[in-house]
């Protein structure tokens, strides 16, 4: 079973970057596909952005496409969301999670696709 901690969350001005990370223990990192989802307060939890197990394959929500970049290190059992040109409405909770994958090569979207998730790293964007 891998356990997973975010970090990198912290106050911005509206323009501005950050890097989340995703620590990832207790598991072979390579066999998970990953993903980042947020929750603003009030709201849903959304899909942001999803990795297959490689790195090879991305995919965004369109809100975030074309300023976040998603990137995993397998070596490092880490994965990363670099967040830039950061908007008012970026701010939110943002989650890791991981779905174990045997042979597929793909990624995932769906919340409920996802089997483990971090306890969240907190981003706020002020205006």
């Known amino acids: 079973q891998v356990q997973l901690v975010e970090s990198g969350g912290g106050l911005v001005q509206a323009g501005g970057s950050l890097r989340l990370s995703c620590a990832a223990s207790?598991?072979?990192?390579?066999?998970?596909?990953m993903g980042w989802f947020r929750q603003a307060p009030g709201k849903e939890r959304e899909f942001a952005a999803a990795i297959n197990r490689s790195g090879g394959s991305t995919v965004y929500a369109d809100s975030v496409k074309g300023r976040f970049t998603i990137s995993r290190d397998n070596a490092k059992n880490t994965m990363y969301l670099q967040m830039n040109s950061l908007k008012p409405e970026d701010t939110a909770v943002y989650y890791c999670a991981a779905k174990p994958v045997v042979f597929s090569g793909g990624y995932y979207r769906s919340l409920d696709s996802y089997d483990y998730w971090g306890q969240g790293t907190q981003v706020t964007v002020s205006s």
């Open positions: 207790g598991g072979t990192f390579s066999r998970y596909a």
